[in-house]
């Protein structure tokens, strides 16, 4: 990992100078140095031992994170009309699970997609896509929701932190996230509801709604999962997430599950038969 001496760094090749007469939005470096500070705070993380992993971090919620998963709790119960009987993490994965009964792995990405967008104030998304988006070829964008995504996710994936990442043009830029142990995909033991509830559509809505293109690679052996944002997904059929199998513990292997591409329609059947 790279270790840069701003974390609003970026590497640019001649040709994408970034200039502040060219670039107006982005004079005022102070304004930047505030936004760091805002998404750089979180709650401070303690070592446990895990048999298979070895020394890991922990991440410890604060009342702010209480607010996050209240509110995507909440929305997740609009979308699938009930509510878990269960507290805290484990209620709101059993309510992910309904996400995925009686539907299509369409519908389940659309439904996922559509909590997501729920989740910001009316307008903001446009906003930001008209106003944020375009500056320095949308290298800011990147690197600005990296930077709201470690301050507002870790409570759903554990502790993570910003890293440097290669963008398609061959520069550089930290406007990468690195999960050290997804708490989600440990907790669902599920590859497919990994991929269907939250790298795909999640993947969608920064595409769609935030004109951010963003790859999520989770690897199923460690749990980890790098966010690359500025850089687009391979098609279906390349993604190597798509073509993993089953994790051991799923609670669905054991009924013939495949593909991470299938279909959920049934409740019963593994979501990636």
């Known amino acids: 990992m790279q270790n840069l001496s701003h974390p609003l760094h970026c ?3 001649p040709s994408h100078s970034l200039s502040s007469n060219q670039y107006p939005h982005i004079k005022s470096y102070s304004k930047i140095q505030k936004f760091r500070l805002l998404c750089s705070s979180s709650s401070p993380s303690k070592l446990v031992k895990d048999e298979k992993l070895g020394t890991i971090s922990e991440y410890k919620p604060n009342w702010l994170d209480d607010f996050f998963q209240n509110s995507f709790r909440k ?4 979308e699938v009309g009930w509510d878990s009987e269960k507290a805290g993490y484990d209620g709101m994965m059993e309510l992910v699970n309904g996400l995925m009964i009686g539907r299509t792995t369409q519908q389940t990405n659309q ?12 307008f903001l998304l446009e906003l930001y896509r008209m106003l944020i988006t ?3 070829g949308g290298r800011i964008a990147a690197m600005m929701v990296a930077r709201v995504t470690v301050f507002t996710c870790q409570w759903l994936m554990g ?3 910003i890293n440097s990442i290669k963008l398609p ?28 509830t939250c790298k795909l559509p999640t993947q969608t809505f920064f595409k769609n709604h935030m004109g951010i293109p963003l790859l999520m690679e989770p690897n199923f052996s460690d749990y980890s999962c790098q966010f690359n944002f500025g850089i687009p997904p ?4 390349n993604d190597n997430a798509l073509k ?6 799923c609670p669905y292997a054991s009924r013939g599950g495949s593909k991470a591409i299938g279909r959920m329609s049934n409740a019963k059947q593994c979501p990636r038969s």
């Open 11 to 13: 590497q640019l090749p």
């Open 75 to 78: 929305k997740l119960v609009e």
């Open 111 to 122: 439904a996922a997609v559509g909590i997501l967008k729920s989740l910001f104030p009316p």
């Open 134 to 136: 375009p500056i320095g």
């Open 159 to 161: 502790p993570c932190s």
């Open 169 to 196: 043009d061959g520069s550089s830029c930290q406007s990468g996230v690195l999960v050290e142990r997804c708490k989600y995909l440990e907790e669902s033991k599920c590859v497919g509801i990994c991929v269907n």
């Open 234 to 237: 391979p098609l279906p059929e």
């Open 244 to 249: 993993e199998p089953c994790l051991d513990g």
